[in-house]
Structures are given as structure tokens and as C-alpha cells.
């Protein structure tokens, strides 16, 4: 992570830059484009390299197209870049068919030669599956939402039959494949760029200087201030209505929602809590709620002596009130989670007996573990508000004092931003709270990344965590065909987090969007932004 960070600082010294301290002309972008102001900062343009932030949930999809995205209605994989696809008897052999006349962004540093061909399908998979290939250790080696899939044991080749046929074959039938290679996370690059950067020695540039297929090619990125982006002319689905689109990145929270009071900002993309009545007072605003595919949690490192033992676990979660967080910190715009899949999840279990707030109880098995006297433990709290929790601060804070309810002492380590894959390596720290935002509808999205075998290597699985029966269970779902199979599978591995407790579950996060009600043709989607190719300005 820390080489993902150095790529912000040098994006400031490239040409990318018109210069760090310019601000942005609102009138000026508002003629021809609108600003979205955002809540985070990218580390990377390239949305292989990072799990979540802007990068995966906002700007990529401007930038890149996938071969399959995602039906925001049924969270079903249909035709993008891959106009169709069939699968052999087994399960295990993809084959996609892509269109044709497909243009790569001409930028100030690449102008392709040749339209979109399978050679960059391949190019862009095996980066990632490809310890040898020549981009896998640029920007540090690291694909934290494919490590967490596990995806490099899945995939064993990636092959171009022709110029427009692709072919994957796994090492066994994945029912999430199709989903998986349909998110943000998957973007196909040009390998015609990629071999001119590699001769010119200056690889670094693919995640720097980005070319893809999307609607708005970068044109500008000041670090901390704006991210610019032009209009693809080329556009494979025909140019769209606005020359530009500003991100601007240099206020967070209350300074974000005060831009777009006073028109800076022409849309504001989730905005916390407590911002949304004064936004609803607002006539001039639209607000849009999106689904919630999301949840905050608490990671528990079960390597620690005492919560290595599942009945400390399961009183730290009987102690959590988490009424009052939703009330607190949601405003009851949240809803309770008694897992990590979200509500709208098709294999959901909630067990109330298992997740619910009971002091006596808590006090109890702490009694019983050996901790009648006192426990004390650390927890790790990013202060950046996240759609799946509007005020971090606050809701360690909440937990901080049920915990204390108890007679356990928790210690906060607060900072600016707290990383999962920095923290990986920390072992002072005890909990985490945390959160994760699905890409797909499926439940393996949520509980491998976060709770496999797999993932624990990687170290991504940050409760350091490892059931091999809850393992079986997730890959056999991944291989049987009838739904109803399926739901029994998850619903089986989830009675085992009820039972082991590596996580506590906090809440799910609504989603909201607001935005000047002159601009129309924003899509909603339960997983990230969709693109901008339909937003026109009314007057």
C-alpha cells in the first residue's frame, strides 16, 4: 500500500498537472460539464490496485469498461465490451465475443493505432494471474480485491482464440465468475500502450496516465484538489451530452455539503447522515437513495490470547448497543446487521437471538472466560465517513463506552485514513472498525474477502481468521447450480460466524446522492457510480 501511496504524490510532479494550487472555475465547468464533489481521494487510477475508495466507486467507470457489467435491477452479468459469451458442459471454459469497432482514449500521451482486440483482454487478466508478466509488480504486486477472491487460483489461462474471441478457463465451475469480472475492479486496458510504456521503459504510467474505453478520458489531476476529466468523442455507445466532468477532492464533510449549498459543487456524492435533512430542505436538490450493499463490522484478530476465545467474542458483541449507533450516528437511516450480507442479499439470515444487545449476558461469558476483573484492548478507527458508516468517530465512541458497560477497556487509535492492508501488518491492534461495499450481488463477494482461509494468507482477512468447514462450505456454493442449494450453503456458513463470531456486524448504510435538479440521467446502482454517458443539463 505504501507504493500505492507514493503514486498520488508523484502524479502531482507529471504532466498531468496544470499546476496544485489553481481552483476550480465553477461557471466555467457549468457551461459544458458539472463538478462532483466527492468525499475521498484517489492513491491510483488503476481500480486492480485498491479494494474500494474513488477510484473503484466513482472515477473508473468513467475511464474503463468491463467485458460484463451488472443489470442494477436483478445483479445479473449482461453484455458490455463482451457482446456474448457461452460456457462448456463443465463449467469450467468462458468463452466471450467482443465488439467490434471498439476506439481506445487518444490523450495528450497515447493515440492508438488499432481498435480494441481480445490481445487486451489477455493482457489486462494476466497482469493480475501473472507473476512473470511485465506490469504484475508494477505499483507494488498487490490486487487486494482479486487476492481476497482468490482469483489467481481460479483463473489458469486467458487466451485469445481471434482478434474478437477470448477465452478463460478455470480450475473449477465458479458461479461468481461472470460477476466478478463484471465490477470496476476489472477494467480492460490497452496493450498497445502497455508495450510502448514497457519499451519506453516507464510502465508506471499505465496507472498514472490511464487510457481505456469509458465515456471521459483524464485530461487533469491535481493531487488534493480536482480530478479533470474530457469527453471521449469516440465513445463506443456514441458520444455523450457533457464535454467534462470535475471531481473535486479538496474538501471533505461539512465542506463538501457547503460547496453544493452554494453551487460549487453540482452534485455531491454520499453525503453523511446528518447532512440529509438540511439537503431536504433544499428545493433546488435533488436527493437520490440507492440500495444498501454495504456493512460496517468490527474485525476481531482472533490471534490475540483473549479474543482468541469465542465466548469473549461473543460478549463483546452482546455488548454493543446498536440501536443507539443507528439513532447516534444513522440518524434511522441505516438498518441493524445481523450479518455481513445485506438485506437485499438473496441468502440474508438474520438471527436475532445470536446478534442482539444484552449487558447481563455479556458480562457473563466475560465472567466465565476468565475476565471478571477487566480486559483491555485497542481498536483501530479510520475517521474517513464511508457510505457504511457516516461518523466512524462517533460510532467508536458509542462502542467504546458499551464495552466499558462491561468492564472491558477500549483503546482508540484514531487517524486521518486507516488502511485494511496497512493494518494487516499491525499487530497491536486488537479490533478494527471497518466496512466493506459489495461490487456484486452475490454472497461470496462479502464472506470470502473478508473471512477465508484464503484471503487470512493474502492478509486481507484482518480477523486473522481460518475455518476450513465455512471454506467448504463457500466453495461448494460456488460449484452447485440450483439456487435453492446455494442459499442453504451460505445460510449454513453463516450459522458459523453466529457460532465463532471473527466479525461483529454494526449496521448497513443507505446510499444517497444529491444533486442539482438541473442535471438529469444519473443511474442508480446498488454497487458503484454508474457512467456519466446519460447525464444532460436541463437549462
Not at 476483573?373 to 463506552?401: C, D, F, H
Not at 475455518?467 to 442453504?488: C, H, Q
Request: hydrophobic share 40%; aromatic share 10%; net charge negative.
Amino acid at each position: 500500500m505504501k507504493a500505492l501511496l507514493k503514486l498520488s504524490i508523484t502524479l502531482c510532479s507529471i504532466a498531468l498537472v496544470a499546476g496544485c494550487e489553481d481552483t476550480i472555475d465553477h461557471t466555467k465547468v457549468r457551461q459544458d460539464g458539472f463538478v462532483y464533489c466527492d468525499q475521498g481521494r484517489p492513491s491510483t487510477f488503476n481500480p486492480q490496485l485498491v479494494d474500494g475508495g474513488i477510484t473503484v466507486e466513482a472515477i473508473a467507470p468513467q475511464l474503463y469498461d468491463t467485458l460484463l457489467t451488472l443489470n442494477s435491477g436483478t445483479h445479473q452479468p449482461v453484455p458490455n465490451l463482451a457482446k456474448s459469451w457461452t460456457v462448456d458442459e463443465s463449467g469450467t471454459v468462458y468463452t466471450f465475443n467482443l465488439r467490434d469497432n471498439v476506439e481506445f482514449h487518444t490523450t495528450d500521451w497515447f493515440t492508438p493505432t488499432r481498435t480494441l482486440n481480445a490481445d487486451d483482454v489477455v493482457f489486462s487478466f494476466e497482469r493480475i494471474l501473472d507473476t512473470d508478466h511485465p506490469y504484475h509488480q508494477v505499483g507494488g504486486s498487490v490486487y487486494p480485491w482479486f487476492a481476497g477472491i482468490n482469483f489467481a487460483s481460479l483463473v489458469t489461462r486467458v487466451i485469445a482464440i481471434d482478434d474478437h474471441t477470448v477465452q478463460f478457463t478455470l480450475s473449477k465451475p465458479d458461479n461468481s465468475f461472470l460477476s466478478n469480472i463484471s465490477t470496476a475492479h476489472a477494467p480492460i486496458f490497452s496493450a498497445e500502450y502497455g508495450k510502448i510504456l514497457q519499451q519506453e521503459e516507464n510502465k508506471l504510467n499505465l496507472d498514472t496516465h490511464p487510457v481505456g474505453t469509458g465515456p471521459f478520458y483524464l485530461d487533469e489531476y491535481q493531487v488534493a484538489d480536482l480530478v479533470r476529466l474530457k469527453r471521449h468523442n469516440k465513445y463506443w455507445r456514441g458520444p455523450v451530452e457533457m464535454d467534462q466532468v470535475v471531481f473535486d477532492i479538496s474538501h471533505r464533510g461539512a465542506g463538501a455539503l457547503a460547496k453544493l449549498l452554494r453551487g460549487e459543487c453540482d452534485v455531491l456524492n454520499s453525503p453523511v447522515s446528518s447532512q440529509i435533512p438540511i439537503i431536504l430542505k433544499e428545493d433546488s436538490v435533488v436527493l437520490q437513495a440507492k440500495p444498501a450493499m454495504n456493512v460496517s463490522f468490527i474485525a476481531l484478530n482472533t490471534q490475540h490470547p483473549a479474543l482468541s476465545d469465542q465466548r469473549v467474542r461473543k460478549a463483546l458483541n452482546l455488548a454493543i448497543n446498536r440501536d443507539n449507533i443507528l439513532e447516534a450516528v444513522y440518524y434511522d437511516s441505516g438498518e441493524k446487521a445481523y450479518t455481513l450480507l445485506p438485506p437485499s442479499s438473496w441468502a440474508y439470515q438474520k438471527d436475532q437471538t445470536q446478534v442482539r444487545y444484552d449487558r447481563n449476558y455479556a458480562m457473563a461469558l466475560l465472567r466465565d472466560a476468565g475476565y471478571d476483573k477487566g480486559l483491555e484492548l485497542t481498536m483501530a478507527v479510520p475517521l474517513e465517513p464511508r457510505v457504511y458508516n457516516p461518523s466512524p468517530r462517533k460510532t467508536a465512541e458509542l462502542i467504546q463506552a458499551n464495552l466499558a458497560d462491561v468492564g472491558v477497556t477500549l483503546n482508540l487509535l484514531t487517524d486521518e485514513r486507516v488502511d485494511r492492508i496497512e493494518l494487516a501488518n499491525i499487530q497491536e491492534v486488537d479490533l478494527l472498525l471497518t466496512g466493506w461495499v459489495g461490487n456484486t450481488g452475490d454472497p461470496d463477494n462479502y464472506l470470502r474477502p473478508l473471512l477465508s482461509c484464503s484471503s487470512k494468507r493474502e492478509g486481507l482477512n484482518l480477523s486473522m481468521w481460518c475455518n476450513d468447514d465455512f471454506d467448504f462450505l463457500l466453495d461448494l456454493a460456488l460449484e452447485v447450480s440450483e439456487p435453492r442449494y446455494r442459499v442453504n450453503l451460505y445460510r449454513q456458513a453463516q450459522n458459523i460466524l453466529f457460532e465463532q463470531v471473527p466479525v461483529i456486524p454494526i449496521a448497513h448504510g443507505q446510499k444517497y446522492q444529491a444533486h442539482n435538479d438541473d442535471l438529469t440521467g444519473f443511474r442508480t446502482s446498488p454497487f458503484n457510480a454508474q457512467p456519466f454517458d446519460q447525464v444532460v443539463r436541463l437549462k
